[in-house]
């Protein structure tokens, strides 16, 4: 079975495990396991949220038998209240939020697909209903240029001084986080879907002719494998030693 068959038979497996549960009113994909099917691939994990009648929320976060019971889970991390990330045996990996109807209406997210659904649920309720974290936008053109220079300006600055990991996260994370507002501002994308939450997320394709200019402001974008192993092997050492 080909692995994006396999990520959304996952899914559909979630979703009777949580449904015989007795305690879920549905399960909501999001992302590329949403509604936009089309962006799935081998790289692809399983984001989604589970909803759970009143009173019940702790019943999933506090027992994953729901979830192992399906196949066997070689890593779980907590890594908010309302829930987990975690990677199969079998390496599919998935991140999840467990939340009741009151608290849904609270949250921010990007609009779902039904994988399941009980019986009087509103189906509706896969779009979200407050947008407020999403509503940011940057003053201006001017005001962008502005916090761009003077970042540059500073980080340069305390990388001569000596502080360069100060200097690196101006440079090359405070102002090229900026850099992505700015494009946006100023030129036509390719019509990719974008993410609402991560500019970064699909900018290679979005903006396809500034990919070759990305590896002359970021020097670590062509070379990620080698920073992962140098930050794998650094992690080590600071920790197991």
Known sequence: ?????????????????????????????????????????????????????????????????????????????????????????????????????????????????????????????????????????PESIVWLIGEIVTCLYVGMCRYRRGEKLSGFTFIQRHAFTLFFELVEMTRPDNGIAKDLYAKDRRFEERFSKLQTLIGNFLKGYNKMQRVLVGICIAFFLAFCF
């Open 1 to 137: 079975m080909k692995r994006k068959e396999k990520l959304i038979l996952r899914l559909d497996e979630i979703g009777e495990s949580i449904k015989y549960s007795g305690n879920a009113l549905a399960l909501i994909g999001l992302g590329s396991v949403g509604i936009e099917l089309s962006r799935l691939d081998d790289y692809s994990d399983s984001d989604f949220f589970v909803i759970a009648t009143d009173g019940c929320k702790n019943f999933y976060i506090q027992n994953l038998v729901w979830l192992c019971s399906i196949a066997p889970l070689s890593y779980t991390f907590r890594n908010t209240k309302d829930g987990y990330k975690g990677m199969y045996e079998d390496g599919i990996y998935c991140k999840f939020a467990v939340f009741e109807i009151c608290e849904l209406l609270q949250t921010n997210y990007a609009e779902g697909r039904i994988i399941w659904m009980a019986d009087g649920f509103d189906e509706n309720l896969r779009v979200p209903r407050n947008t407020g974290a999403l509503d940011w936008r």
